[in-house]
């Protein structure tokens, strides 16, 4: 298959505008651009599968333009069901120097990097006005479906107006720097087209554009911050434990779709991975996988083999092979209270709300259900010291099988 084949194998291509696209598309050489506005100092991985193809194209030997929204972040993009909230300028520009430096990362400091607040914030009213909002009707406007949606509960005239400025975008992008292309998630068709059309008003000229369609979870849910699972691809929000946790547990009936969609790997690659998943779903072959491809490519691979570490240290209790900072990202969020040396076990779990009662420490311990970092402790004398410690610091205790809890030592 060719490279737009794939494409649309991978499940990467909804719509499409312009003529002779995938002849383009398959030459590889155009330029072409991808936005987002800096509505947080990260992305999240709704972003990534925009991101990856955008990774694709340019591996293909297009150019690529990443441009962050200074300008239109200020506005919002109209939301189907509400406004969003206004952002401060100071924010909004300290997001783009975030996502900025987040992207350029990820595509190994070889994309163009733009703000469109840069040609932007010399424009007056007036003039946006008479040389930009004369090419486009209101009735057209008001046919997207965006805005078509927002109707009845009302919208502002500054959302009214966003998709003129991203029209204005691609037109500055087509005249300034020969971006003949935008590729973005579905939910942008409206807007793109937008361009396309402003584009063929003012120049006479034709403008490409294809959408990628919104990769949901296996709830239906889109990637985001607003369905309230979004998954940060900076590693300091959303550490590399936490994102492989997340997919190696992903639903069986989305691996095959996340493999096309957010993974490197051939298509000959991705078939052997789903023949072996098949045959021993229980091994989640194809969820390692989906978590070594993503992660290595975000993070770095030593950030996988340490994610990978950490799960296998905590399924196997085995948690004294653990480094201080693998605790702090094992248990990133879980509260954790100070415990003082020579401390008698039975007191420490009764006292932290470990066990209910002395009478149910005791019966746990001599069970052999209660384990300090990854040991099982049987005698009911035992006193918590430093060599119980985790880098002098950190004692983990875990009752049963899943029950954790951190400590650190005085």
């Not at 030459?27 to 987002?36: E, L």
Request: aromatic share 10%; hydrophobic share 35%.
């Amino acid at each position: 298959m060719n490279f737009f084949e794939e494409l649309k194998w991978r499940g990467l291509v909804k719509d499409v505008a312009g003529e002779d696209i995938e002849k383009i598309i398959n030459n590889g050489d155009f330029t072409f651009y991808w936005g987002t506005d800096p509505t947080a100092d990260s992305l999240h991985i709704g972003h990534y599968s925009s991101l990856v193809t955008a990774k694709r194209l340019m591996l293909h030997g297009a150019h690529p333009i990443l441009l962050v929204g200074g300008a239109t972040g200020l506005i919002g993009d109209p939301r189907p069901t509400s406004e969003r909230e206004i952002i401060s300028k100071d924010v909004v520009l300290k997001n783009v120097e975030g996502i900025g430096n987040q992207v350029s990362k990820i595509f190994n400091g070889n994309a163009e990097i733009v703000n469109n607040y840069d040609w932007m914030k010399d424009i007056s009213f007036i003039d946006f006005l008479r040389d930009t909002g004369k090419y486009i009707n209101v009735n057209y406007m008001l046919d997207k479906d965006i805005i078509r949606r927002r109707l009845d509960s009302g919208i502002t005239f500054a959302e009214f107006s966003y998709t003129l400025m991203q029209g204005f975008d691609f037109l500055h992008l087509f005249q300034e720097k020969n971006c003949i292309m935008q590729c973005e998630g579905s939910d942008q068709w409206g807007n793109i087209t937008t361009g396309v059309d402003l584009i063929r008003k003012m120049t006479g000229k034709q403008a490409y554009a294809f959408t990628m369609p919104l990769i949901l979870d296996a709830s239906g849910k889109k990637f985001g911050k607003s369905e309230g699972n979004a998954l940060w691809l900076d590693e300091a929000k959303t550490s590399s434990y936490e994102l492989y946790q997340y997919l190696i547990n992903s639903d069986d009936s989305k691996v095959l779709e996340y493999l096309k969609v957010f993974t490197f790997l051939s298509p000959d690659e991705i078939t052997k991975v789903m023949e072996e998943h098949e045959k021993a779903p229980h091994l989640r072959i194809g969820q390692r996988t989906l978590a070594r491809e993503i992660i290595s490519d975000l993070h770095g691979s030593e950030s996988f083999e340490i994610a990978e570490k950490i799960s296998k240290s905590l399924f196997s209790g085995e948690i004294r092979n653990l480094t201080g900072n693998e605790i702090e990202m094992a248990f990133k969020g879980l509260a954790f209270n100070y415990i003082e040396e020579g401390l008698n076990i039975v007191d420490v779990l009764v006292s932290n709300n470990v066990c209910s009662s002395k009478r149910e420490a005791r019966e746990f311990i001599s069970n052999g259900s209660i384990s300090i970092n990854g040991d099982k402790v049987t005698d009911l004398e035992y006193s918590i010291s430093k060599n119980d410690s985790i880098d002098s610091k950190y004692v983990v205790i875990r009752r049963g099988k899943k029950k954790y809890h951190l400590f650190i030592i005085k």
